[in-house]
């Protein structure tokens, strides 16, 4: 069990650093100042944290108890300044990232929830919450439409990934198989999302005269 | 005394609904997919709330400890698209089931503040955010210019409703029937405002260069 | 001790006062209506300050404990209101306004999280924030590019002041030396932004196929 816990440290450091990539490069795309850059970096990699933590009343919030997080959006934030000075980031680096970030927390966004005993529905959307706020943050504040309201599948593969992990849990499978198979369905359907062209059927209203 | 405890819960969950129903009708304006209305949904009907919750320092907050309150939103969402896909939806139905949201939240947002023993003020503003702020959330996720800037009668309709409910309660009404009266106001100054244009003046600054 | 206390209240109160007349610039220039201008004057004096008390767990938010600040946005508010229908505001008024709001709130949020125990860089980040998010939230809401994301020295000038205030604190300097030095900084980095252009080097991307 402690070492689950270390597990998920690990797993949540390694999330908050991808998402901070995520807002670098999307802070490089606007042509910000460096403190923009790392601005945008620290609001995608916490945003999402945060708000779980403040619906879940969990004060203070988790990167004012242990700053490593901050830190580590700070190194993640500068080696993306300094690599793509160099070097041309990868074709959709920053949709990929923010597909890992987006598997990443809604798994351990579900954990965190399910262990302040909440009922699997506020687990779902606590997860889900947690997953999306700070690219939905990150775009907002760059003036991007959010990823989350462009029609792939976005929320959805969060929600399908946390599903899983609770059914699989349910089902009497050890929590570790649960989480990696949940990770595993997130991140599956979000790339299969990107590269495929996966989405929902649209909901069109009829023209209204208003 | 029970009673009116039993008669809040229901129009919360009643608010809650027509605050749902406001926010799918927006979605399906913007041809969003089913998730996408989902969310708006959600955001629209626990927005103003989660807001009063996390300012009062209520944690959890009101959906995370009952989440009746999400089944009835899903019901509602659920319901607006079904029934939107075979009827033509009434004229207006989004200003009007704004409206119903705005004046229900507005008064009962100030009955949870004054529980809650803070300042005549504080009753006034918290109420009013309860009121407004859904439909904030709803109208900058899509994009519109929210509701409270264009120059109609808004905010100012909440407000004017929990002032009478606050004078009547103090006049010694019972709280049933200040309830009431305050929640009228607020409606019927909103409805007003929709259909005969009532508007507050407007404050126009000089030109000055920047 | 108790001297610098009220002292601190009082800055405190003065700064609120003229993020509010901030505010009700701002939103005079977007003609909006009295009560528009009114939530947008109470949006940008409180909201660094809400961010900062949700996030550290202080609640109910300080306003809400002492509406005394609601008392004097609303006088603040109303004077801008009185004093610019007969009278050009001074050029650059809102700027100058802003810079000072700034500085005021980056230092007195720094103390405020100080007081909490929280490691250093906490200090910095919340102290920038309760400078900075009255005012993102303001060009948010008037639909302006918020001032922090355009290329002038903005959220770099409070971090400095609050540097330069940790520094001289650890050095031995009693607290209230410390605080005006701080504040003079962050002051002066921002008005030299406004007036001689000062900036932080761009982030610039190279173009990605996307």
């Not at 108890?65 to 080696?79: K, N, S």
């Amino acid at each position: 069990m402690e070492n689950l816990h270390q597990y998920i440290y690990l797993a949540d450091l390694l999330g908050v650093a991808v998402f901070a990539i995520s807002g670098a490069l999307a802070a490089g795309r606007k042509s910000l100042d460096l403190l923009g850059v790392l601005i945008i970096a620290v609001v995608t990699a916490i945003g999402g944290g945060t708000l779980r933590d403040l619906l879940l009343g969990r004060s203070p919030v988790f990167w004012i108890v242990d700053p490593t997080y901050l830190f580590v959006i700070f190194a993640a934030a500068g080696f993306t300044l300094i690599y793509s000075r160099y070097n041309k980031p990868p074709l959709q680096s920053l949709l990929i990232a923010d597909a890992f970030g987006l598997a990443l927390f809604a798994i351990l966004g579900a954990t965190i929830a399910e262990s302040a005993g909440v009922p699997w529905i506020i687990v779902v959307i606590l997860g889900t919450m947690s997953g999306v706020a700070g690219g939905v943050l990150r775009d907002i504040i760059t003036n991007e439409i959010p990823l989350i309201l462009r029609r792939d599948f976005y929320a959805s593969a969060a929600i399908a990934g946390i599903m899983v992990y609770l059914l699989l849990n349910e089902a009497g499978l050890p929590q570790n198989g649960a989480y990696f198979a949940g990770f595993g369905v997130a991140l599956s359907l979000r790339l299969a999302a990107i590269f495929k062209g996966l989405r929902l059927p649209v909901f069109q209203l009829p023209e209204e005269p208003s």
